[in-house]
């Protein structure tokens, strides 16, 4: 019997011996070609419906259907569509309204990373004194903790906000013309480290820095009388 157990034993032992070797063999072969362990891993991911994974530490969003939108996470889901290919978010006239992404931040190389939006525009949605406007989430634990930033196209500013259970924090500021109104508007965010810039159109437009978020998720928050939408959305890791 003691026999027995110790030949079991050892076929246990040689059974995963032979699955070790095919794995480095299968490691090498891929190696060989060009193909990272992690890439073929997010191309299964990406096959089982995982739309975020990526190889280089990226997760991009076309918004070519609405299953694009199912790795969001926000209440009222129903003002968040697909329309012509872009992602679209419809104000209500009275609350803001934000959707975090959190499959996109795990699947993130690094905490320092560029935010890359395509074609967005805004356009008032509800004719009341209400603001206007696209924002976008960074490094933030929830919809009331992390850093804003903010495009407000009834004031025609664009300010960095670090926000902390729900009380907002003005990083800083710039105005700018009143023609992004009418606009498709390209802006880039890069966050590295404790200093954050916003680009539009390649050209800086508004620097801050503050060190009190080191990680979080990255997410969009429409303004409560806008309808705002996003072309193609883009969030790479910034890797030494």
Not at 11 to 39: C, H, P
Not at 70 to 94: H, M, P, V, Y
Request: hydrophobic letters at 30%.
């Amino acid at each position: 019997m003691r026999r027995k157990r110790e030949e079991h034993g050892q076929g246990l032992v040689e059974y995963a011996l032979i699955l070790v070797g095919i794995a480095i063999v299968v490691i090498l072969i891929l190696n060989i070609m060009g193909v990272s362990v992690k890439e073929a891993y997010c191309k299964v991911i990406t096959d089982l419906g995982g739309k975020t994974c990526e190889a280089n530490g990226e997760c991009s969003f076309s918004f070519d259907d609405p299953s694009g939108l199912d790795t969001w996470e926000g209440n009222n889901k129903e003002q968040l569509s697909i329309e012509d290919g872009r992602a679209c978010i419809n104000g209500n006239g009275t609350n803001a309204r934000s959707y975090l992404n959190p499959n996109c931040s795990s699947s993130l190389e690094s905490n320092d990373y560029t935010i890359t939006y395509e074609d967005i525009t805004v356009e008032r949605a509800i004719d009341n004194d209400k603001n206007t406007g696209l924002d976008t989430w960074f490094r933030a634990k929830d919809d009331k903790n992390g850093y804003l930033f903010i495009y407000n196209s009834r004031t025609n500013y664009v300010r960095f906000w670090k926000v902390v259970d729900g009380r907002w924090v003005k990083l800083s500021e710039s105005k700018v013309p009143s023609s992004w109104q009418n606009e498709s508007l390209d802006i880039k965010l890069d966050v590295q480290g404790d200093n954050f810039t916003a680009y539009k159109d390649g050209q800086e437009i508004l620097k801050a820095s503050d060190g009190a978020y080191e990680d979080g998720q990255v997410g969009i928050r429409n303004k409560p009388s806008s309808k705002s939408c996003i072309g193609n959305m883009t969030v790479e890791s910034l890797t030494p």
